[in-house]
């Protein structure tokens, strides 16, 4: 399933298991909160056919920011032409707040701040939420990226990474008037430094950090920071939109719950250890059909060959050198194959004209999936050469040429 607005970025999760498998792990999770509506919703009914208070009214996390989407939408548009600072930073804390109160995270700690060492300096950076591991330690820490620390010649702040931002000193004095001079210098910082070099590099950090800006927000998990691996929220996207499976997926990621600890694991710790075990399953099952494949294509060589050899009258047995040969064309020829799907999985590459109508309709090695399905009932069917042709077009020299300079272009 395509969950527009939410990226996995580097393979936070294995894409298969987002694709194929997340929809089946937290269907009962939406199951149960569909029957708790239902229930409210009884009750509420019931209660006033007697005249009676009954319970207030529950709305899923997904509904909630659902309803937020025109609010938060003008307000994105209102949040390019503002220029006083003062006036950005409030706006920009309102929007955050809003969708945060929507994922449970209210209340706020409005002065909060964490004391870390980046360099020589003591610094201080304002935090908007804390939470606490079982045992008292740091375990997620939200902090806010503001667009004030991006570049001013942007034509739209919607392009800016909150990591790439900066803290600017506006932001840091709004907490602590009297740190101008360590303001400075942390307004050089990016947060992917920040983070990277004073964050995580402390002896207690949490396993979780959620950057959040205007336009997206940044979930990270410390032991995959470095490998750039996180999810990326774009909730101008997600608002805009506000496909129901996309906001529900969003929610079940990154509100409260998703790191309420039940012993000792919570929710985003599950989906990895599931997202691992997939990924190992679904290497095996690579590595059989391409044992099995190879088998195949190897067998069916090995018949051409010995007709065409018996037709030449020429000796098969005797001539050592078609089995190491074949072997060694049958291996690039599937390695071939599975950079050809690989790079058609992933449009965002740009190495093959993904978007292209007439490459995935006549091209593509995906466009072939469906003929492989269709019986070969004639003689001309199944002795025709139409997907020989069409494949060995692909993983010819001149075609991985082609796709080469594309890209270097």
């Known amino acids: 399933m395509e969950y527009i607005g939410i ?43 007697k005249g009676l208070e009954g319970p207030k009214s529950y709305k899923t996390v997904w509904d909630r920011l659902s309803a937020l989407s025109k609010f938060y939408i003008q307000n994105l548009y209102d949040l390019e032409t503002i220029k006083d600072e003062d006036e950005l930073l409030s706006l920009e804390k309102d929007l955050y707040k809003k969708i945060l109160d929507a994922l449970g995270f209210s209340p706020f700690d409005d002065n909060a701040y964490y004391e870390f060492t980046l360099g020589d300096s003591g610094l201080h950076l304002p935090l908007v939420k804390e939470i606490k591991s079982l045992n008292g330690t740091p375990y997620l820490w939200i902090f806010h990226a503001t667009t004030l620390g991006g570049p001013k010649d942007l034509s739209s702040k919607e392009e800016i990474d909150p990591l790439e931002l900066t803290v600017p000193i506006h932001q840091v004095l709004n907490f602590f008037p009297d740190y101008k001079g360590a303001a400075k210098e942390l307004s ?80 985003l710790e599950m989906f990895d250890e599931n997202s691992f075990k997939h990924a190992q399953g679904v290497s095996q099952d690579l590595k059989y059909a391409m044992r099995r494949s190879i088998e195949l294509l190897g067998n069916e060589a090995i018949s051409q060959i010995r007709l065409k050899r018996k037709q030449d009258r020429k000796g098969f047995f005797s001539d050592k050198t078609i089995a190491n040969e074949l072997s060694s064309e049958l291996l690039r020829y599937m390695y071939r194959l599975l950079f050809i799907f690989y790079v058609e999985a992933r449009p965002e590459l740009n190495y093959v004209p993904n978007r292209d109508d007439n490459y995935q309709t006549s091209y593509s090695l995906e466009s072939l999936r469906e003929l492989e399905s269709v019986p070969l009932i004639s003689k001309e069917d199944r002795e025709g050469k139409y997907f020989h042709k069409t494949i060995s077009t692909r993983v010819s020299e001149n075609y991985f040429s082609k796709i080469w300079l594309r890209n270097a272009l």
């Open 188 to 267: 050089s910082k990016t947060w992917r430094e920040i983070l990277e070099k004073g964050v995580f590099s402390e002896e207690y950090t949490p396993r979780w950090i959620i950057l959040v800006s205007p336009y997206q927000w940044v979930l990270i998990e410390k032991t995959k920071f470095a490998q750039r691996r996180f999810l990326r929220f774009n909730w101008q996207l997600l608002l805009s939109r506000r496909e129901n499976h996309v906001l529900q997926a969003a929610s079940i990621l990154i509100d409260i719950n998703a790191f309420k600890q039940n012993e000792g694991v919570c929710r």
């Open 7 to 49: 990226t996995n970025e580097n393979d936070f999760y294995s894409q298969h298991y987002l694709d194929e498998i997340f929809e089946g792990d937290v269907a009962d999770l939406l199951k149960n909160e569909a029957a708790k509506v239902k229930a409210i919703d009884a009750e509420i009914k019931e209660a006033k056919k």
